[in-house]
């Protein structure tokens, strides 16, 4: 707030603080113990304790004299840091610019130290080498556990397959969408991309913002007074498609991505999404839309629960979640109830009534089933599942011909969303 940005949302920072706060001090007794804390090994992850070697070496700054006047000012800004870290954080990585500056600091007294004694500088040098070789090692260690990266390094795993597998360090990966727009969109075509900030394997013009700025589709919609002007703002940015990752949208929903700030805005979102956004590619959780300003004939862009404001999300997928529990235990009963609630709270999304049509198909209910299943495609569900789960219910009412048609276009249906592949 003391310094204002073009760019940076407040909200979203001040949510990202809180999660580096951990909410409370520590207590004082805490406190005294935490830098013993601090030197227990907790494994090969980015929160791992430091050790106790650069806490055993600051006391000896004040043990020797003859220590650099800029060393001593170094020592007191790493322990103004410590000051204000220890406190309230217990996730060692937030201090690593500390232990970036006591790792100077530790090789300069080393150094100096064994400079004004000849028989004691070879081992000075060794320790400083050891400790770095012992340092790259572990980092190696956490980089390879986070991320796995020596089978690219060394040849066995081809770069493709590494950025396309999903890992803690790089979740709901977008790489195979941007293969597939690289390939299939021409170089010129700008990309908006939503829900995904990470644009770097895209070869052309990218839109996109981290979970701290305003989001480009959020700020566009609140700004323009029409469906015309949105178009009018996207061609300016030379936007001509869509790149939506779904997966990541409910990883960083937290962050409040879709928080509209008024129900006109989030009414022009809504509308543009459902009837100017053609579907062009889909894989599992990732999907391209190319930008249609004069409107599609037929809609294929769903509205999702996640696009809904933070706290209205919350609950949905709350219930969705617990729907998804009741159908894994066959209470089917219950799973109807709560996908009957969902669609009485989202009637617009069409996950819903594809949940609710699941739970009535088991309950044997097939008309209201198979009504909900092409009310789900009617708001934009493109799945070659839904299809068959149709021609499935069809047979079941004796409808043979029709089930038969289901089928082919479920297959159909595959052959084309795999095109771009």
Not at 95 to 121: D, H, K, N, S, T
Not at 133 to 149: D, E, K, M, R
Not at 185 to 203: C, D, I, K, M, N
Not at 363 to 378: H, I, S, V
Request: charge should be neutral; include cysteine.
């Amino acid at each position: 707030r003391a310094f204002d940005s073009l760019h940076v949302s407040p909200p979203r920072m001040d949510y990202q603080m809180g999660e580096f706060r951990e909410f409370q001090w520590r207590p004082l007794a805490e406190w005294l113990r935490h830098p013993w804390e601090l030197t227990r090994i907790s494994g090969l992850s980015n929160n791992s304790a430091c050790g106790g070697l650069f806490l055993a070496l600051l006391p000896l700054l004040l043990l020797f004299g003859g220590v650099p006047e800029p060393l001593r000012i170094l020592g007191i800004v790493v322990l103004g840091r410590y000051l204000l870290w220890s406190n309230v954080s217990n996730i060692v990585r937030y201090f690593a610019p500390g232990l970036a500056l006591l790792g100077v600091m530790g090789a300069v007294w080393i150094e100096g130290f064994c400079a004004r004694r000849p028989y004691a500088q070879t081992a000075g040098r060794l320790i400083v080498a050891a400790g770095s070789v012992v340092n790259l090692i572990g980092t190696l260690l956490v980089a390879q556990a986070s991320v796995g990266f020596f089978g690219t390094f060394v040849g066995s795993e081809p770069a493709r397959d590494f950025r396309l597998r999903e890992r803690s360090g790089y979740p709901c990966p977008p790489y195979a969408a941007c293969e597939v727009m690289n390939r299939a969109l021409p170089a010129s075509a700008g990309v908006l991309f939503v829900g995904e900030a990470r644009g770097a394997f895209y070869r052309g013009p990218v839109v996109a913002a981290t979970v701290f700025d305003f989001p480009p589709l959020l700020d566009i919609c609140t700004e323009s007074q029409d469906l015309a002007r949105v178009h009018r703002r996207l061609r300016q940015m030379n936007v001509r498609y869509v790149f939506y990752n779904g997966a990541e949208a409910q990883r960083i929903a937290g962050y409040k991505i879709f928080d509209w700030p008024d129900a006109r805005s989030r009414a022009l979102f809504e509308a543009w999404w459902a009837g100017h956004l053609a579907l062009r590619w889909k894989g599992g959780w990732l999907e391209v839309y190319e930008i249609e300003p004069q409107g599609v004939n037929r809609r294929t862009a769903p509205l999702q629960f996640v696009q809904a404001p933070w706290a209205e999300y919350e609950v949905l997928e709350g219930l969705e979640r617990r729907c998804g529990e009741a159908m894994r235990t066959a209470r089917w009963d219950e799973a109807a109830a709560l996908a009957a609630e969902l669609v009485q709270r989202a009637p617009g999304v069409a996950h819903a009534h594809e949940l609710l049509a699941q739970a009535l198909a088991y309950r044997n209910a097939d008309r209201r089933a198979l009504d909900e299943f092409r009310t789900a495609e009617r708001l934009g569900l493109v799945s070659p599942q839904i299809h068959y789960n149709e021609a499935v219910i069809l047979r079941r009412l004796g409808r043979e011909a029709d089930a038969s048609r289901e089928l082919q276009a479920g297959t159909a249906l595959e052959r084309t969303l795999g095109e771009w592949n």
